[in-house]
């Protein structure tokens, strides 16, 4: 166990956890998204670190962050295809799935032995801050124990990982509240590997192209693929219209609950409310108890809400 600062949104912050990275440490930082637990991608034993604090398989790949394209491109073999849609959508909640390029330096743990790297350039001003201040890619999923409840503010990542790691940059609340949207493009055919904070079909419509799904639970080609993910301790009923004796009911429009994702059916604030709902209901429920949730559109950012939800309430080994 080691004492896990906490570090503010400010230059001195911000130099802290650069140093800390540089020096082979463990630092949580904000993106757009979720919290993401960063190591210095390039160091076998840091990128190890961040297994062990997880607790997370080693057969689950790692999303690689930069400040920017050219960084990403040092990584990453980019087609035309890639560098328009990175263009059109980084910094932000798009990771991309590209072929790994020979010499890059990063860690094998980092792509689980894969020929292909996931990388992102997060819109966060203090994630981007810590990436130009340390000067490397950053391997950083979330902020959690493995399979648990990802975190969304500072407060989060200490509840799951103190002790475990060095430092958490504290920036607040998540504004997209669910991780990145990751597209695999190392093959001809685009395909989406996770849903995610940005809609599928504004991928669709920027490539002008449909985009297929794929991926697998067994074998997973990025992050966040396992069939059991984002779980609470408490068991998860999907789809429900009214709570079951026991249960806590997190609503969404119209149902109302004990908790809700949103009173008005807003997508973008369930999006950002999902994580911190399952969170609270999780504490109200107990370890024993039951959550419910109202059923949500399978619609843009609703696809990504939903693969979460399945996730949760999927059967654990």
């Not at 993106?31 to 689950?60: H, M, Q, S, W």
């Amino acid at each position: 166990m080691e004492l896990t600062e906490t570090l503010a949104a400010t230059d001195a912050g911000v130099a802290r956890a650069a140093a800390l990275l540089r020096a082979g440490r463990l630092v949580a930082f904000p993106t757009e998204t979720v919290y993401g637990l960063g190591g210095d991608a390039r160091r076998d034993e840091t990128v190890a670190r961040i297994f062990e604090a997880k607790g997370r398989p080693r057969f689950n790949p790692l999303i690689v962050h930069v400040p920017s394209l050219g960084e990403a491109e040092k990584v990453a073999l980019f087609d035309d295809r890639a560098r328009a849609v990175a263009g059109a959508f980084w910094p932000g909640p798009l990771t991309l799935v590209l072929p790994l390029r020979p010499g890059a330096g990063l860690s094998p743990l980092v792509t689980a032995g894969l020929g292909t790297v996931a990388v992102r350039v997060p819109a966060h001003p203090l994630a981007r801050a810590l990436l130009q201040a340390f000067g490397g890619p950053l391997a950083a999923p979330s902020a959690n124990p493995s399979g648990r409840v990802s975190p969304t503010r500072a407060v989060h990542v200490l509840a799951g990982l103190q002790g475990r790691v060095a430092a958490v940059l504290d920036g607040g609340a998540c504004e997209v509240g669910v991780e990145s949207t990751i597209l695999g493009l190392a093959e001809e055919e685009p395909r989406l590997l996770r849903p995610g904070g940005l809609p599928v079909e504004a991928l669709e419509a920027a490539l002008r192209q449909p985009i297929a799904s794929g991926g697998s639970a067994e074998r997973p080609s990025a992050p966040g693929q396992l069939a059991s993910h984002y779980a609470p301790a408490a068991a998860v009923r999907l789809n429900a219209h009214a709570a079951e004796t026991g249960e806590i009911l997190v609503g969404f429009d119209p149902v109302r609950g004990d908790l809700t994702l949103s009173e008005t059916g807003d997508l973008v604030e369930a999006a950002a409310a999902l994580f911190h709902a399952l969170r609270e209901a999780d504490a109200l429920a107990g370890p024993q108890g039951r959550i419910a949730f109202a059923p949500v559109p399978e619609t843009g950012l609703g696809r990504a809400i939903n693969d979460r939800l399945r996730r949760a309430a999927a059967p654990r080994g």
